[in-house]
């Protein structure tokens, strides 16, 4: 028989084996977990990308459409100063016409500043639009020629009567002009 040795024998009596299961089992046990994560996320991220593979295929058939100005589904809402009034003056012409125009000026929404400023230059703004007209003859007002009107109106007022703020649009809510004969 053999001997048995203190450190062969269990508490219970029985003889242990050479190896111990302590830190031999733990590796192997260790891999096999990092195995099976690792195999888990490579079958995720390849469904991921299979499907939004997929989803790409079915959008990529359906053509673009262009987004320009004429096209853009809505413009800016503007608040509209609306107080200045009729104002009335007469052409260049020899034969000078009259012209009687109520100008509405569009600012950003919802800016107090702006509307405060128009607010306080509406003298300077009547007399800048009334010598505007004046300074126009009335081949110059014909109405395909409202938007270069607006355009110019509108630079003009930025440019000279408003200091900190800016209009963004200009429209006539009348604008008529009477010949003489």
């Known amino acids: 028989m053999a001997e048995n040795n203190e450190d ?36 995720i991220v390849t469904i991921v990308v299979v499907t939004v593979h997929i989803m790409g295929l079915e959008k990529s058939g359906t053509a673009a459409v262009p987004t320009t100005e004429e096209y853009a589904p809505s413009k800016e809402v503007l608040d509209w100063y609306q107080s200045l009034g009729s104002i009335r003056t007469k052409t260049s012409d020899e034969t000078p016409a009259s012209v009687v125009v ?10 107090k500043a702006t509307s405060t400023e128009i607010t306080q230059r509406t003298v300077e703004l009547k007399d800048y639009l009334r010598r505007y007209f004046t300074q126009k003859s009335v081949d110059e007002l014909n109405p395909s020629d409202e938007e270069t009107l607006k355009i110019e109106i509108r630079n003009a007022i930025n440019d000279s009567i408003l200091s900190g703020s800016k209009i963004k649009d200009v429209r006539f809510m009348q604008l008529d002009v009477i010949r003489n004969n």
């Open 8 to 43: 062969d024998v269990g508490m219970d009596g029985e003889a242990v084996a050479a190896t111990s299961n302590g830190k031999g089992g733990l590796l192997p046990g260790l891999l096999k977990w990092i195995a099976i994560g690792l195999g888990a996320v490579i079958l």
């Open 102 to 111: 109520d100008v509405v000026l569009g600012y950003k929404k919802d800016n």
